[in-house]
Structure formats: C-alpha cells, structure tokens
C-alpha cells in the first residue's frame, strides 16, 4: 500500500480508536494518532502480535495491517509490547497535555506514545521519556530522534521525574504510586498510571504480567489529589516494584470486591481519615 493509502488508513484507525473508548471532540489528539506512522516505532516485518495465549505472526506485511486495536511485541520473551492503541487513546485523552508543558512518560517502549505526547506539547513543550531497558531505551532514542523536543533516558521509572511536570504518564504496572510521581507533580499536575498487584503462576512465581488491575488519573489541586478510575487494565509489571505477599493480596481483594468508580480522591502522606476503597497507612484512595 502506497503513502496516499496509508494516510487514509491512519484518518479511519484515530476515528475508530477514539470512538471505541467513547471519546468525543478530541480533534487534538485525533490528529495525533492519524499523523504518528506505528510502523516506524517497531521492528521491520514480520511483526508479531499478542493473541491473548502467545504471539502470533501477522498475515501481512504491509503496515495497514498495524492500524487496528492489537498489540504488537516489541520484547516477546518479557511479554512487552506496543500497547493497545485504545486504550492509550483513552489515557492521553485524560492526560489532557497542553502545549508548552513538561510531560514525563515512563515505561516508553519504542516511543511510539512519546511521539504523540511530543505532538500534543509542540515545539514549546518538553517530553522526558524514560525506559528502563537498555536495549529499548536505544531503539527509543533512535525512533524519536526526529522528535526535537524529546529526551530519552535509559533509568528506573520509579525515579522519574526528578523535577516538577505539568504531567506524568506511566506505562508499567505498580502496586502503589512511586513518591518521584506525586512529589513531583506540578500544581494543575496531572498522573495517570496502571495500579495493580502483580500475576503469579501456580507455584507463585511472579509473571512479566500485572494481575487485572486500573489505569488511574490523579490530579493535584490546591487541596490535595483528585483522583478517577479510567479502565480496567493488565500491563507489564514495573521492574523494582517490590511490595509484600500481603499487599499485594489486599490490593488484588480490593479489584475483586469492585467500587473503584467511586473512587475521587487520593490521600498522600497524611493519616487516615475514615473508610477508603484502598488503604495503605502513607496512602490510600477513597
């Protein structure tokens, strides 16, 4: 399929991930994912596609075939992929970045999402991205090259940002909020990241996997943190994400039990102060 056909391929496939998630009057972010080629954030053909028990060859190797809601593998035997374009059309929508901010985005992958973050700011934003794989953090790197307003960093996430951002958005699972993503909120901030206990197999050995867990928006503002459940997701477990047997299994309790649409604020650093839908003694969600 020539470029012409492409182009036409990338207008229908922003239309329907945007609709799929039931977002309306996003022309922004729209145009963003019809602009950004998928194909130049992964390995040459064959690519490779998660079918939910394995990976599977794609039929095709022309790149029309990537514009659907599948991902495709950018690390097979660590199970990371190019993620569902639904459902980061729903978290860059949430996200909101306007242009001339600070947006952090970690757990970046190919950049593939980078590179629509780096449309979203324009010319006068900023975009760290921070990949904690070597090898990906290079790919990343070389793919965003022609991004001139982003920086890739080959470090741990949890770390990240190490100055204030007017948003931060993750892409890796953790069973708690890093202290780098809150602390480091800019007044107006906004986070959105993956919350989760982490999948075992039968021996409870830790899969690459989180157990089904929630993408969640946080929001500071001049009182504290807002805070909104967006969807239900499974992402890559964060590497150094280590909490306890017992942790995890409130955490994994708390999604069986449901109520997270209820959830509006987050409490940070302060006491407890009646009943929450999660409850750490330094944090919580109610």
């Not at 047997?245 to 102060?273: C, I, S």
Request: aromatic share 10%.
């Amino acid at each position: 399929m020539g470029e012409k056909e492409l182009v036409i391929c990338r207008q229908a496939y922003a239309t329907q991930m945007l609709t799929k998630m039931g977002i309306v009057g996003d022309e922004r972010l729209r145009k963003v994912f019809a602009t950004v080629p998928r194909e130049d954030f992964l390995d040459p053909p064959p690519w490779r596609m998660a079918n939910g028990f394995g990976y599977q060859d794609m039929p095709s190797t022309d790149p029309v075939i990537l514009y659907q809601d599948v991902l495709i593998a950018l690390q097979e035997g660590r199970q990371v992929n190019n993620g569902s374009p639904s459902l980061h059309a729903l978290g860059l929508h949430w996200l909101a970045p306007k242009p001339g901010e600070t947006v952090c985005h970690i757990g970046a992958g190919g950049g593939y999402y980078t590179a629509m973050l780096s449309h979203l700011v324009g010319s006068d934003g900023h975009v760290v991205a921070i990949e904690y794989d070597r090898n990906l953090a290079l790919r990343a790197a070389a793919n965003l090259a022609p991004y001139g307003n982003v920086e890739v960093i080959c470090g741990n996430g949890l770390e990240w940002p190490r100055s204030p951002a007017d948003a931060v958005y993750v892409n890796f699972a953790v069973h708690r909020p890093a202290e780098a993503w809150i602390d480091n909120l800019a007044a107006g901030g906004r986070l959105i990241f993956p919350l989760s206990a982490p999948s075992r197999d039968g021996n409870g050995n830790l899969r690459p996997l989180s157990a089904r867990g929630g993408f969640f928006l946080i929001e500071c503002i001049p009182d504290g943190y807002r805070a909104r459940y967006l969807s239900p997701t499974i992402f890559v477990w964060g590497h150094g994400a280590t909490g306890t047997l017992e942790t995890y299994k409130a955490l994994d309790d708390t999604f069986r039990h449901g109520g997270m649409n209820e959830v509006t604020r987050l409490r940070w650093k302060t006491p407890r102060q009646g009943d929450e839908w999660y409850s750490e003694e330094d944090w919580g969600l109610f």
